[in-house]
Structure formats: C-alpha cells, structure tokens
C-alpha cells in the first residue's frame, strides 16, 4: 500500500507542476488538473478507508467464529455472548453499507475521469488486469458488479436462513434479522454460521475493491498527468514559434517603408 501510494503521490506533483499555458486554455487547463488533483487525493483517502474497514471486518468474522466456537462447545450462549453478536451483526452492517457507499462514489469518478481525460479510457485498457480486466469494461461497470454481487451473497444467505422478511427493503433491516435475541440453540447456530459467511464474502470483496480502487487510482493520476505535459508541450512549441515570429520580424525592421 505505502509502495502504491508514493507512486500516485508522485503522479500528483506531476498535476501540479508549474505549467503555462496560453490565455484561452490557462482557465480551463487549470480547473481540470485541479479538479483531478483534489479527486484522486480523495480517492486515495478512500481507498486507505477501504484497507481498514478490510482489517476491521476480518476482526468482525474472527469475533463471530468465537462465538461460533462457544455455541458448538456448550451448546448455548451465555447472556453476554448473545450481546456481542448482535453487536457483530450491527458493525458488519455499517461496514457493508460504508462498502457499498465508497464503491459507488468510486463507480461515478470513473465516469467523470472518462469524460474529463480523454485518454483516460485508453491508459484503462493497457493498465487494467485480473479480474477486472476479464469481467468489466470499465472500473464503474466492475464495482456495481462487485456490490451487487456482495449483496445478493448476503441476500441469498439470509434467504437460505428463512430470515429475510419480504416487506422489508432495507438491508440493515434484513441484516437485524439475524440477531439471536429469541432464537433456540438450533436458530441460533444457524444465525451464527450465516454472520459468519456473510463476513467472508464481505472480507474477499473489500480486497477485490481495494485493489481496484489503487489501480484506478494510479491510471487516473496517469492520464491527468499526461493531458497536462501533452497542453505544455503544445503551450512551449507554440511559444517557440511566437518568438521566431517575432525574431523575423525584427531583423526585417530596415527594409519596412514607412511615412
């Protein structure tokens, strides 16, 4: 992570470079490679986001699989057990929402990026690999396919469980569902082990999307930085050709007739 983000970090002194350019384009040149400085500095705020809700969901599942490990030894719950668990079910909920939530704004800075840089679309073909490369045409498509999926996992698990209330829509309200507040020993193993598949599918998504989001990361700050060297390499030949233009003209200054 420390190695990917002194890489993008460079790409960023890159944007921010002291560049000229002419009058007309100074404006808009500017507000673009300002615009993709703050967004992909945001993006690498996010991504650091997303490394620790990984860790702390991994924390959840080890927590959940301990009280796993109490239900099949004594084969009930003490008091307190049942209380940390629903506060297990709680956290994984916020996390797979926060998840969902940073995805998404991830999903629509690709789309930006993509009608801002024009190259941007280019440097994701060359520089995309794995699974997003096989499954998706761009990072936006590949994260709605990742939520999705993490949700209908979830979905499915606690439809397996028979704990999906069909007049519920909110998925936090699904997720209660599994609380162990007045199952027996049998709902209350079950439960258990749906938290806890729930859990491991929601850790392998949180890798899959930081991974991603370091590479869009990356391939963002390359294309801004190329659009902005290529508007200063058009800016300095167009400056040498202004002072050739003005160097003719003042050695030609003795045969210019005047009044």
């Not at 384009?25 to 993709?36: F, G, Y």
């Not at 060359?126 to 490369?133: D, E, L, M």
Request: hydrophobic fraction near 40%; aromatic fraction near 6%; charged fraction near 15%.
């Amino acid at each position: 992570m420390l190695k990917e983000t002194a890489k993008i970090s460079l790409l960023l002194a890159c944007l921010i470079g002291s560049n000229s350019y002419a009058a007309g384009d100074a404006s808009q040149a500017l507000q673009s490679i300002q615009w993709a400085t703050a967004e992909v500095g945001n993006a690498v705020s996010q991504a650091k986001q997303i490394e620790q809700i990984t860790l702390a969901t991994n924390n959840l599942q080890q927590n959940i699989q301990a009280v796993q490990m109490a239900q099949q030894n004594l084969e009930a719950l003490s008091a307190m057990d049942v209380s940390n668990f629903n506060s297990y079910i709680n956290q994984l909920s916020s996390m797979m929402v926060s998840t969902n939530g940073i995805a998404y704004n991830m999903a629509n800075l690709d789309d930006k990026f993509s009608a801002t840089f024009p190259g941007y679309d280019e440097h994701m073909k060359r520089g995309t690999t794995g699974s997003i490369k096989d499954q998706a045409s761009s990072f936006s498509q590949y994260y709605k396919s990742l939520t999705d999926q993490n949700r209908g996992t979830a979905l499915g698990t606690l439809r397996n469980l028979k704990a999906v209330n069909k007049d519920l829509q909110d998925d936090a309200l699904n997720m209660n569902m599994l609380k162990l507040q007045s199952r027996n020993a049998v709902g209350n193993k079950a439960a258990i082990q749906a938290a806890n598949e729930i859990a491991m599918h929601q850790t392998d998504t949180l890798k899959k999307l930081h991974s991603s989001m370091l590479m869009q990361t990356n391939l963002m700050a390359q294309a801004s930085a190329q659009q902005n060297e290529e508007k200063a390499a058009t800016q300095a030949s167009r400056d040498a050709w202004i002072a050739k233009s003005k160097k003719s003209i003042k050695g030609n200054e003795p045969n210019i007739k005047t009044w």
